[in-house]
């Protein structure tokens, strides 16, 4: 029959203005998962009143560090005490394989937690050097920024919505989130979560809605501070040219074209291993997946065996199902999506030597699956090496040696992930430093952490989360003048225009 949720705002649960609702759909039964209030542009502009006056006359942005880290904590906590009915939804909604959301949930607990460390500790600094002793006391502040307007993805739904509700609450800001349209569930259940932990009304707000209407608007508002966006780069376009009417601070975390470069000395079936691990865990939706790789002439050959041998063993399956390797995509629309990219790649004269199809067992028929599929011969120029197909396809590459690796990789609008197998220590840092994206992995992969910042180069783009350098994207900086002479003949002033005594 389905679940049933409503909007939450100012700290309450309420239908939308239009009585307007929609459904969201197991990918792997198309079973309707939940009904879902819809927000609109009134709804949206409701939940902007109630933030701006939690944060305009609220105690939230007033209260301690110490409090606000308490309430964050509880966050986590409560997230943690859920974790078997999250995880559950979470495969439900999002056809997340129950492995995967296993961890999701447990890191998106973890990242409250660090968030609620951050939330306790002062970052203001003394400016050395400014003035000398005795002269000034020069400090750098940080403060919230304001009101913070949230839209997130489909693909890791609840770890989107603590990657934005965490810094923006640890900084002392009020927010709005709208989580995506096709994966609603969890953020709602985390609405339940802030208001048994007794977070002040209107601090956090949650609307699920569409981005034709809600993300529009929330994205253009002049009374919102700060955009916090994780989406495709197209959609990060419009949000912040829509931003940009009211100069609002933007975050972007966007797209990706991971090159997966490895190195003729790598460990060889650990860097296969590596490969399907970049570009299939959940059937490669994930924005920094690996899904370039690059390999050389003297390796390729052994490397290619064993990745199309292994590949094909990769169990596709119930998402719910222990054993399941890799779940459906989300939506009968990002399947045909990834399918039309498989067609296009075989008309741009690559060659498909696994998968390219829908799986054809009985049990997989009505979830929206894609077959592992690796496609060789690949061009960098053509469509399936540089354009984000977020889906279970890898395009190899071959280079010739290490420079033409560090071009193939850097020939991309995209720099968010990257990856370099060697044994070579030295040789494979090297190769890094000249790769032109936000995070890059020495024999390993998907490893990101609340504690490193995280984000794109180029088109993936713009700003950083997680880290202290995360968190600051949720503030502003204020320079405080503090003058300790006193006296006027002293001031550098003196004898300008201030006319003497
Ligand atoms: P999407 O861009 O279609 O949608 C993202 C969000 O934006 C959704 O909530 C959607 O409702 C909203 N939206 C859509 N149109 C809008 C508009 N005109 N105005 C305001 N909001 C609008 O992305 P998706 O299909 O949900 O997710 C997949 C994309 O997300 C991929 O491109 C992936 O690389 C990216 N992603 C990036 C990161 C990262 O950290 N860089 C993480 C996860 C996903």
Redesign the pocket.
Known sequence: MGREYQLFIDGKFCGSKSQETFDTINPFSQEIVAHVARAGVDDVHNAIRAARNAFDNGPWPRMSPTERSAFIKTISDKINERTKSLVALEVEDSGSTIRKAKEDIFLSARCMNYYSKLAAQDFTENIEGLSKPGFAQNLLVHEPVGVVAA??????PLK?AVWKLGPALAAGNTIIL?????TPCTAMELAAICSEAGIPNGVVNIIPG???DA??E??KNPLIDKLA????????R??MA?ASASLKKCTL????KSANIVLDDADIDLAVDGAMYAIFYHAGQ???AGSRLLLPEKIYDEFIEKLTRRTKNIRLGDPSDERTDMGPLISHKQQERVLRYIAKGKEEGAKIITGGNTPTAAELTRGFFVEPTIFVNVDNASAIAQE?I?GPVLSVIKYSNDDDAVRIANDSMYG?GGGVWSRDKERAINVTRRLRTGTVWINEWHLISEKAP???YKQ??VGR?FGVEGLKEYTETKHVHIDEIGIREKKFWYDTVVPKR
């Open positions: 839209i997130i993805p489909w693909n890791f989107m709208k989580p995506s349209e096709l569409f981005g034709e993300g529009e929330l994205a966006f994780t989406g495709s780069t197209a959609v990060g419009k949000v829509a975390e966007c797209g990706g994930c924005c920094e984000e977020f968010l995280f984000g794109g993936s783009g989360e």
